[in-house]
């Protein structure tokens, strides 16, 4: 049996190395792989599976809610955000000049007691899809009598019936919304991010999965975009952080994980597949 030795000095001297390459030892996913996109579109920014199972939904670029089949069929289109959108238009643009006409929805999530949808859109607030999709219906459009700025990520509290949503606008916050009970229509801002946090969704367990984004300095002049998914306990506590900066190299980084079954799916903004990697 050969015996290796590992002083201190080794072990500092490798993570000067790793923090000098930008390398974090969560980088590393054997179990990482995708569900790609056939649509003719890209950003699938947020991740939701119906009561049945069913999925997943993505919502991508062009405007549009899709439904995952299975390998052969791949994604089919299942609701739109905006009255205003046109097929000959919108499908398979993802130019951002085009998103006040075709919608840009952001997050998703299902509330299981009734079916419906709950969707955040950039430019058409907080919208609901029936079960059977289609155009959507407005919800919300303010935050305390002031417009929502950037709705960018949802997510449901099944048992007390809570919209989690983020508004990314010109503050970072993340904030509730009650759908019954004595607080109902209300809402308040439920956590202060460190980074540029994206969508939001809850755990089995009860607690979150937040993506956040940071820009940190390589050989302190090159920026590099380090893209984290950050579980939080119920009191905005953050009590695990995985690192998918090496999957997702573009310029945005990634805005979603979704923890489902066993498995967490990554969304982005740039990419034309959702990641799916172990727990």
């Known amino acids: 049996m050969e015996i290796v030795s590992v002083t201190r000095k080794?072990?500092?001297?490798?993570?000067?190395i790793l923090i000098l390459l930008n390398v974090s030892f969560y980088l590393v996913h054997c179990t990482f792989s995708t569900l790609q996109l056939k649509l003719q579109t890209s950003g699938p920014d947020s991740a939701a599976f119906d009561p049945k199972g069913d999925g997943p939904y993505a919502c991508v670029g062009d405007g549009r809610v899709i439904k995952y089949k299975d390998p052969n069929v791949s994604f089919t289109e299942f609701a739109i955000t905006s009255p205003n959108r046109t097929k000959k238009r919108c499908d398979g643009t993802n130019d951002p000049i085009s998103q006040p006409v075709c919608g840009r929805p952001y997050g998703l999530g299902f509330y299981d007691k009734t079916g419906d949808l709950y969707i955040t859109d950039a430019y058409y607030g907080l919208v609901v899809a029936k079960p059977s999709g289609g155009l959507v219906k407005p919800?919300?459009?303010?935050?305390?009598g002031t417009p929502f700025a950037f709705l960018d990520s949802l997510d449901i509290d099944q048992e007390m019936g809570i919209i989690y949503f983020v508004d990314s606008g010109a503050i970072f916050r993340t904030?509730?919304?009650w759908l019954e009970g004595a607080k109902a229509k209300s809402s308040y801002v439920f956590a202060n991010i460190d980074g540029n946090p994206d969508?939001?969704?809850?755990?089995?367990?009860?607690?979150?999965?937040?993506a956040v984004v940071s820009i940190k300095l390589k050989f302190l002049i090159i920026p590099a975009i380090i893209s984290t998914g950050q579980r939080m306990n119920e009191m905005g506590e953050v009590v695990e952080t995985r690192d998918f900066t090496a999957q997702y190299k573009g310029i945005n980084g990634i805005t979603e994980v979704q923890e489902y079954k066993g498995r967490l799916y990554v969304g982005s903004l740039?990419?034309?597949?959702?990641?799916v990697d172990e727990i």
């Open 10 to 16: 080794t072990i500092f001297l490798i993570l000067q």
């Open 139 to 144: 919800v919300a459009t303010s935050f305390e």
């Open 175 to 177: 904030g509730r919304f």
């Open 199 to 210: 969508n939001i969704k809850r755990t089995e367990s009860g607690d979150f999965w937040v």
């Open 270 to 275: 740039d990419q034309k597949f959702i990641g």
